[in-house]
């Protein structure tokens, strides 16, 4: 598993220097992470590489890689589990967690395509909504990033390429 850390967010974690990997072959197993603040409080966004599925964490209290990576896998079940996907979650993304790897991230694009997400958290924080409500609105937002979705149309939809990366892996 591999999760590319923002420069500010392994500043915070302090895992040391980052370095540049190509995309796991595991596509459900590659997340980026970027650490922002809102109104004083920090958060985190997790978003997979690939499909841009993102969902959202408090920043606070982390200090370290260790309790960073505990609490974004739970993270990642907990928002798995109440979209529907706790299958790709035990079937893909928690195998790979036994061997992690820290790295810088892949491209702008997917770092451009956080930072979209990362506006439009900011306006949904404003109205008290729930980060898990958040996650699922973000997930149903048509993104450029995604063009040539599986259904054919110029803008793809995280939830739906996230579903469809099973295809990507020939299984199933």
């Keep these: 598993m591999i999760l590319r850390l923002s420069q500010k967010l392994n500043t915070k974690i302090k895992t040391g220097k980052l370095?540049?990997?190509p995309l796991d072959e595991n596509p459900y197993a590659d997340w980026s992470c970027h650490l922002f603040t809102a109104d004083r409080t920090q958060y985190i966004i997790l978003t997979n590489t690939a499909s841009l599925y993102s969902c959202l964490m408090n920043g606070r209290g982390l200090t370290d890689g260790s309790t960073f990576v505990t609490q974004a896998l739970d993270t990642i079940?907990?928002?798995?589990t109440g979209d529907g996907k706790q299958t790709v979650y035990r079937k893909y993304?928690?195998?790979?967690?036994g061997t992690l790897s820290f790295a810088k991230a892949l491209n702008r694009s997917v770092t451009g395509s956080m930072s979209d997400h990362i506006h439009a958290v900011k306006f949904m924080l404003e109205d008290d909504m729930a980060l898990s409500e958040i996650?699922?609105?973000?997930?149903?937002?048509?993104?450029?990033?995604?063009?040539g979705g599986p259904d054919g149309r110029k803008y793809g939809?995280?939830?739906?390429?996230f579903s469809k990366l099973v295809d990507q892996m020939g299984t199933e």
């Design 135 to 147: 996650g699922y609105r973000l997930n149903e937002t048509p993104m450029s990033a995604l063009n």
């Design 77 to 80: 079940q907990d928002f798995a």
């Design 19 to 21: 370095v540049e990997m």
């Design 93 to 97: 993304i928690a195998p790979s967690s």
């Design 157 to 161: 939809f995280p939830k739906v390429v």
